[in-house]
């Protein structure tokens, strides 16, 4: 086996794709963070806050909607007067913090108040378990970004609403935007640049060449705790799969390991685990749940998402590896899986093993038109799949030698990742 070598992954890389991802949900957000953070990070700067302020408000721009699971909670962001979005922001909060990652914890206070409104600096905050806590200047600016770039008619040139988007602002200064920051919009939007950035269809160049983000490479062990955390995004969205990611993981890595990967290896394979459906940000909350069986047009929606994981993770410098192992996990050796049709030869071991692994942890879980059956049941289940050449017949069997243990990691995982769903689902509204 060809050792793999330590990778190097740059964080800014890592949360971009992820930010891109939130919004291939619909059309209606193409670009939405992207953009927001654009907005939110001049806004700071005419304002005159700290670089390290300015870096918080920049990377919690780029992932400030995590906490709106289905299309119809992301739907309502976009209109002006947002109904009830503290449900959203409260979740954002609780998926970021305390989860080890400093980073995270820094701006998850940022999201947790980017709806709260100015209200003449009493900015009060609508769940009482918030407490008195001061509400960061962050907050008001992304607060205030994210209404600007909802009033930008996206089909209409931008310089040419920047009147208008400034009196509809103007008449909420004090109320709800930070008057001091109504005024550095008000400068700022004399400068036409403003308006060409927000508006253009290059702008995830244009966020990569302004990264404020530190330059700085992941080491294997925090790309897994950040990977980690971004599965718990992927699967918290519906309760069907809101522990699936973790299994995927756990179950993958355990096989790698029998099959003799090396320690890295078995790492990137746990990245892989986590992050092989992250295309299912793509997919609707209303499909992935729907109680009936799904319409030829929503099956085809729920069968792009490792399509989008595929376009997704090619936009990660160093994560060629991890795609392939990651993507290719609804592909069969027959050839008869999708979206690409690879069969035999054309998959790698690792693909082969994600494939496994997913089947395995998939049966054992409830979906809205079936019961979860048990580990045993599934695993007959893929000894047939393997017979009729759908996986591979040598993992399988790996899988059938050490099932018992397999099967208590697949659980252990799944209910230490429930534990933490728990504490989101509290908000779900
Ligand atoms: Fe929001
Ligand atoms: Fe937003
Ligand atoms: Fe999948």
Known sequence: M??????RVKLSDLIFSFSRALDFVNPAMTNHHMRVAIIASEIAKEFGVSRQEIVDIFLASTLHDIGAFSLKDRLTTLEFEVKNPQLHAERGYVLLKDKGLNIFSDIARIIRYHHTPWEGGRGSYFLSNAGDEKIPA?????HLADRIEVLIDKQRDALSQSKRIVEVIKARSNKAFMPELVSAFESLSAKEYFWFDAASPEIDQIVSDRSLLPEVDLDIDSLLKISGLFSHIID?????????????SAVATLLAQM???????CKLMSVAGYLHDIGKLAVPAEILEKPAKLSVEEFNVMKSHVYHS?????TVAGFDI?????????ERIDGNGYPFHLSGGELSIGSRVMAVADVLTALTEDRPYRKGIS?????????DMAKNNNLDQSIVGIAG????????IRINAQSKAAAEYMAVKQFMG
């Not at 060809?2 to 990778?7: K, M, S, W």
């Not at 918290?236 to 995927?248: D, E, L, M, W």
């Not at 991890?322 to 609804?330: K, M, P, V, Y």
């Not at 030698?401 to 208590?408: P, V």
């Open 322 to 330: 991890i795609n392939l192992w990651a993507s290719f996990h609804h």
């Open 375 to 383: 580990g045993e049941d599934a695993l007959k289940i893929i000894e």
């Open 259 to 265: 099959i003799g990967f090396s320690d890295i290896e």
């Open 401 to 408: 030698i050490y099932f018992r243990h397999l099967n208590d």
């Open 310 to 314: 595929y376009r997704i993770l090619k």
């Open 2 to 7: 060809t050792l793999i070598g330590n990778i």
């Open 138 to 142: 962050g907050s008001h600016i992304i």
């Open 236 to 248: 918290y969205r519906s309760p069907f799969t809101a522990v699936h990611s973790a299994g995927v």
